[in-house]
């Protein structure tokens, strides 16, 4: 019902900033609670901030007051802006669409940070 398309990684060094962006198309994007996801070689993958249907928010402690999520329910957009990023951070990145027993995954964007 829903598609999603990631954008945005890149190579940053340490201390920079990037902007993940996710495209939908489907219907009632509006309704669905939305999320950033991460994912290191050889780790499980994490949760790194989500957005309901009613724009609360929730961050993973080690992103906390360096990333910020947000949604765009008009152009069918979550994006992830990522400040003073650290080599920790590097990982792919997924968006997640989610509402009851619907779950919809991005096909993920690299993000390596890195001097």
Do not use: H
């Not at 780790?43 to 947000?70: C, H, M, P, W």
Request: hydrophobic share 35%; glycine share 8%.
């Amino acid at each position: 019902q829903v598609q999603l398309v990631e954008s945005g990684g890149d190579l940053v060094q340490p201390g920079g900033s990037l902007r993940l962006s996710c495209a939908a198309s489907g219907s009632a994007f509006s309704t669905y609670a939305l999320g950033w996801y991460r994912q290191a070689p050889g780790k499980q993958r994490e949760l790194v901030a989500t957005i309901t249907s009613a724009a609360s928010t929730n961050y993973a402690d080690s992103v906390r007051g360096r990333f910020t999520i947000s949604r765009d329910n008009a152009k069918n957009t979550v994006d992830l802006q990522m400040n003073s990023l650290k080599p920790e951070d590097t990982a792919v990145y997924y968006c997640r669409a989610q509402k009851f027993l619907l779950n919809f995954w991005g096909q993920g964007t690299q993000v390596t940070v890195s001097s």
